[in-house]
């Protein structure tokens, strides 16, 4: 029987950013999917790269700083490995914060309404904007590099098939079990996002968060050499996201909705008509589609990271909202645990544990 170092639950860019990366320390890696890689909430994710959000938790700072520096080179590496662009943009953020609120990064710095107009001219909103030193990335193209990345330094993929249980015996962890097969591994990592809670014994405390979005594209025959704007931004109501290829995203709801992922219309105009107060000319682009992904809630809004009561399981899970910002600092915390080493961040506040 084929045997690995590690057996990865999920395919999102969670599971496959720490499947690269164990693959970089030399560890045999194999990544089970219940469905395709990147299918659920990497596939509807929006793709900030939201460090400077004065909304991030505090405990999350650190490690939230760091991942924000490692994108470029993140995204580098992987277009050299994967021959594929997952459309890195580093314009920035313009953000319009609420009374109180200030940018948690350093680097931002208040914008006047002049320069916001010469920055933006196609910006109607004024108000109490920031320019932050953010940037964004095409969550579908990065789990499409990320994969093939993984795939060509030699990772191992099992889709289709459902993780049931950690397989146990004498009080540590023997591999993963399916209904279909028994995948032998020292050490196994719960990746599962919303589903993780549903993996026997110790499912991870998360719950799906249902989250919708909306893409505007520009209308038939009409030219458009690129997005309207060239921030990505954010207002207390809507956010809006360009792409290179003209393609503007707008989101997103944050629904309490169990693993329902039906797109309402209502909310799709509101979203629309809250883009359109900050840039008029979105009502001349036309929908293209519409979806709802289902974020891995936690009980207290942290990540859960780190080696479970189980001897050799683990959980990487619970990202919430961040898990594109936050998979190369999680791949990175993540490969140093599971190869018996001291984790470059204090890793308290994230363990598993804490549900104990």
Same mark, same amino acid.
């Given at each position: 029987?084929?045997?690995?170092?590690?057996?990865?639950?999920?395919?999102?860019?969670?599971?496959?950013? *720490?499947?690269?990366? @164990?693959?970089?320390?030399?560890?045999?890696?194999?990544?089970?999917?219940?469905?395709?890689?990147?299918?659920?909430?990497?596939?509807?994710?929006?793709?900030?790269?939201?460090?400077?959000?004065? %909304?991030?938790?505090?405990?999350?700072?650190?490690?939230?700083?760091?991942?924000?520096?490692?994108?470029? &080179? =993140?995204?580098?590496?992987?277009?050299? %490995?994967? =021959?594929?662009?997952?459309?890195?943009?580093?314009?920035?953020?313009?953000?319009?914060?609420?009374?109180? %609120?200030? $940018?948690?990064?350093?680097?931002?710095? $208040?914008?006047? !309404?002049?320069?916001?107009?010469?920055? %933006?001219?196609?910006?109607? @909103?004024?108000?109490?904007?920031?320019?932050?030193?953010?940037?964004?990335? !095409?969550?579908?193209?990065?789990?499409?590099?990320?994969?093939?990345? +993984?795939?060509? @330094?030699?990772?191992?993929?099992?889709?289709?098939?459902?993780?049931?249980?950690?397989?146990?015996?004498?009080?540590?962890?023997?591999?993963?079990?399916?209904?279909?097969?028994?995948?032998?591994?020292?050490?196994?990592?719960?990746?599962?996002?919303?589903?993780?809670? &549903?993996?026997?014994?110790?499912?991870?405390?998360?719950?799906?968060?249902?989250?919708?979005?909306?893409?505007?594209?520009? &209308?038939?025959?009409?030219?458009?050499?690129? $997005?309207?704007?060239?921030?990505?931004?954010?207002?207390?109501?809507?956010?809006?996201?360009?792409?290179?290829?003209?393609?503007? *995203?707008?989101?997103?709801?944050?629904?309490?909705?169990?693993? !329902?992922?039906?797109?309402?219309?209502?909310?799709? &105009?509101?979203?629309?008509?809250?883009?359109?107060?900050?840039?008029?000319?979105?009502?001349?682009?036309?929908?293209?589609?519409?979806?709802?992904?289902?974020?891995?809630?936690?009980?207290?809004?942290?990540?859960?990271?780190?080696?479970?009561?189980?001897?050799?399981?683990?959980?990487?899970?619970?990202?919430?909202?961040?898990?594109?910002?936050?998979?190369?600092?999680?791949? *990175?915390?993540?490969?140093? *645990?599971?190869?018996?080493?001291?984790?470059?961040?204090?890793?308290? +506040?994230?363990?598993?544990?804490? =549900?104990?």
């Amino acid at each position: 029987m084929k045997t690995w170092d590690v057996v990865i639950i999920g395919g999102g860019v969670i599971g496959l950013a *720490l499947a690269r990366s @164990l693959r970089h320390s030399g560890a045999s890696v194999l990544v089970v999917e219940k469905s395709e890689p990147a299918r659920e909430a990497t596939h509807a994710a929006g793709g900030m790269i939201a460090h400077c959000d004065p %909304e991030n938790p505090p405990a999350m700072s650190k490690m939230i700083a760091a991942s924000g520096r490692m994108y470029p &080179q =993140f995204i580098s590496e992987l277009r050299a %490995e994967a =021959f594929e662009s997952p459309d890195l943009r580093e314009d920035g953020t313009i953000a319009f914060l609420g009374d109180g %609120e200030l $940018p948690a990064c350093e680097g931002a710095r $208040p914008l006047h !309404d002049e320069e916001l107009a010469q920055l %933006e001219p196609l910006i109607a @909103l004024r108000g109490r904007a920031y320019l932050l030193p953010e940037c964004s990335v !095409d969550p579908r193209k990065l789990a499409s590099a990320l994969e093939k990345s +993984a795939r060509k @330094l030699g990772v191992d993929f099992v889709t289709g098939s459902a993780v049931t249980e950690v397989a146990v015996l004498g009080g540590r962890t023997t591999g993963a079990r399916t209904t279909k097969a028994f995948y032998m591994a020292a050490a196994v990592v719960n990746c599962a996002g919303a589903w993780a809670s &549903q993996i026997k014994p110790l499912g991870m405390p998360t719950r799906p968060v249902k989250g919708q979005m909306v893409c505007m594209v520009p &209308q038939a025959g009409a030219h458009a050499s690129g $997005p309207l704007i060239r921030h990505v931004v954010r207002t207390p109501e809507v956010y809006i996201i360009p792409r290179s290829d003209g393609r503007m *995203l707008l989101g997103a709801t944050v629904e309490e909705a169990g693993f !329902d992922k039906h797109v309402d219309a209502d909310t799709v &105009q509101r979203l629309q008509r809250a883009a359109m107060n900050v840039v008029p000319e979105i009502g001349k682009m036309r929908i293209h589609d519409a979806w709802a992904g289902l974020r891995p809630g936690s009980p207290d809004g942290l990540p859960i990271l780190g080696a479970t009561s189980l001897s050799g399981y683990y959980a990487a899970t619970g990202h919430y909202r961040d898990g594109i910002m936050l998979a190369p600092v999680t791949a *990175l915390v993540m490969t140093q *645990l599971l190869k018996g080493k001291s984790p470059d961040f204090d890793m308290e +506040a994230f363990s598993p544990l804490r =549900f104990l």
